[in-house]
């Protein structure tokens, strides 16, 4: 997406999926009209609820569940799954927060006009987001 002149794109980070959700609700109530979240991760991404769901009984890999590594066939890619599998993410053993970037893995991005930045600015950081 190309910004119009008098545009701006601010990029908010935030700890937690439901705080993620939770800011970009507000904003579209409060009329933002482009507002995307999304997970950042240092691996490629692919979250399927049906296949990696432990609630339903569906966790196919740990790799699903912790690195959102779903759609990644269990028969044919087992050695992307096995170093995937390896990483400290995955295992527990690693630190709190390894391998997340500044440990806020969740991705809030709004377009809006330059005269109204500043509302957007106060919505994301009363719902936890960093700018």
């Given at each position: 997406m190309q910004?119009?002149?008098?545009?701006?794109?601010?990029?908010?980070?935030?700890?937690?999926?439901n705080a993620a959700r939770a800011a970009a609700d507000e904003l579209?109530?409060?009329?933002?009209?482009?507002?995307?979240?999304?997970?950042?991760?240092?691996?490629?991404?692919?979250?399927?609820?049906?296949i990696n769901n432990p609630i339903m009984g569906r966790a196919e890999t740990i790799t699903g569940l912790t690195l959102y590594s779903a759609g990644t066939d269990s028969l044919i890619d087992s050695d992307t799954r096995v170093l995937k599998a390896a990483d400290p993410s995955v295992s527990g053993y690693?630190?709190?927060?390894?391998?997340?970037?500044g440990g806020k893995a969740f991705l809030v991005t709004v377009v809006t006009k330059n005269e109204f930045a500043g509302r957007a600015e106060e919505i994301i950081k009363k719902n936890g987001g960093t700018l």
């Amino acid at each position: 997406m190309q910004l119009s002149p008098g545009e701006r794109s601010l990029l908010a980070y935030f700890p937690s999926i439901n705080a993620a959700r939770a800011a970009a609700d507000e904003l579209k109530s409060a009329g933002f009209e482009h507002v995307q979240v999304d997970r950042v991760s240092r691996f490629g991404l692919n979250n399927d609820a049906e296949i990696n769901n432990p609630i339903m009984g569906r966790a196919e890999t740990i790799t699903g569940l912790t690195l959102y590594s779903a759609g990644t066939d269990s028969l044919i890619d087992s050695d992307t799954r096995v170093l995937k599998a390896a990483d400290p993410s995955v295992s527990g053993y690693g630190d709190h927060n390894y391998g997340i970037a500044g440990g806020k893995a969740f991705l809030v991005t709004v377009v809006t006009k330059n005269e109204f930045a500043g509302r957007a600015e106060e919505i994301i950081k009363k719902n936890g987001g960093t700018l």
